[in-house]
């Protein structure tokens, strides 16, 4: 029989590892922005459509782990045909880029076999993305300074 400390470490720490990733992935496939000029915009309302809540996605790489997790990184092509199997979304991701011009955002290339290059993008999400505007069809997450200023502003 094992004990709790063994049970913790075989199975607790794994799993909050995993957890912690899949929540990190999702996050930034919504969020993950690399700079605070190229934020998502959110749409509400009349402003909403299928097409653009899948637009407002973003693909990224995330090197060896691509493969570890069937291309998770084509998160755009997932969104807008979610019918299409993992193992074609390279290539629908390829065919719709064309297509979208400057709809589709080209995911910074990941420098090395792991993809830390996200951390910097999970840091200045995290920091920034705080509030979301109560009013508006189009709305965009901004930061405690930018929301305080707006909030001046309508008074």
Same mark, same amino acid.
């Given at each position: 029989a094992l004990g709790g400390g063994a049970v913790a470490k075989l199975y607790w720490a794994p799993w909050l590892v995993y957890v912690a990733w899949l929540d990190a992935v999702t996050y930034l496939h919504h969020h993950g922005v690399p700079a605070e000029a190229d934020k998502m915009p959110w749409y509400r309302g009349s402003e909403w459509s299928y097409l653009r809540g899948g637009l407002t996605t973003l693909?990224?790489?995330?090197?060896? +782990?691509?493969? *570890?997790?069937?291309?998770?990184?084509?998160?755009?092509?997932?969104?807008?045909? #979610?019918q299409i199997?993992?193992?074609?979304?390279?290539?629908?991701?390829?065919? +719709?880029k064309? *297509?979208?011009?400057?709809?589709?955002?080209?995911?910074?290339?990941?420098?090395? #076999?792991l993809p830390l290059h996200l951390l910097a993008m999970l840091r200045r999400s995290f920091s920034s993305d705080k509030y979301v505007p109560d009013s508006g069809d189009v709305v965009f997450y901004s930061s405690p300074l930018e929301a305080a200023s707006a909030k001046q502003k309508a008074q």
């Open positions: 693909d990224h790489d995330y090197g060896v +782990i691509n493969k *570890i997790h069937h291309d998770i990184g084509t998160h755009v092509a997932h969104h807008l045909f #979610p199997p993992h193992y074609h979304l390279k290539e629908a991701t390829a065919a +719709i064309p *297509i979208l011009g400057p709809y589709y955002r080209e995911p910074k290339s990941s420098p090395g #076999p």
